[in-house]
């Protein structure tokens, strides 16, 4: 029985830590679901899910610099969508910090190459395993 409330503890907290991130990014808690509209909960993952699914590329170099927003991150086009991360995410000056207000609302995801009906982002989402397709469908 106590291994078994260690296992729940241990797998609640891990679930929580993950959410938590999405205040570490501008906007981390509202990025589009450009797949099926919504909001995509798991911004770092490969499904809009999140937590227990695979890292999407954004969220390698997110976890690359340590979960932190920097500069860097902010510029780069993650996704090669023609749009950095800052501009994704609200954040096109790159100044914002944890726990201000983004400049703008997100535009994009990051990690999903948009418009997913392009052939190129067909073949960029598909290549690097972006599932798409509804959570229950």
Same mark, same amino acid.
């Given at each position: ?35 099926? %509209? ?8 490969? @499904? ?19 979960? @932190?927003? @920097? ?27 944890? %726990? ?38």
């Amino acid at each position: 029985m106590l291994l078994q409330v260690f296992v729940f503890v241990l797998s609640l907290s891990t679930c929580l830590g993950h959410k938590a991130y999405g205040k570490q990014l501008p906007n981390g808690e509202a990025v589009p679901n450009p797949c099926v %509209g919504g909001i995509w909960s798991g911004v770092g993952h490969i @499904t809009s899910s999140g937590s227990g699914t695979p890292l999407n590329l954004f969220g390698e170099e997110f976890r690359a610099n340590g979960h @932190t927003w @920097t500069y860097e991150l902010c510029q780069h086009d993650t996704d090669n969508d023609g749009m950095s991360n800052g501009e994704e995410l609200g954040d096109p000056l790159c100044v914002w910090t944890v %726990g201000n207000t983004p400049a703008e609302p997100a535009k994009g995801h990051p990690g999903i190459c948009e418009p997913t009906t392009l052939q190129r982002c067909i073949e960029y989402n598909s290549h690097y395993n972006i599932d798409c397709r509804p959570v229950n469908g």
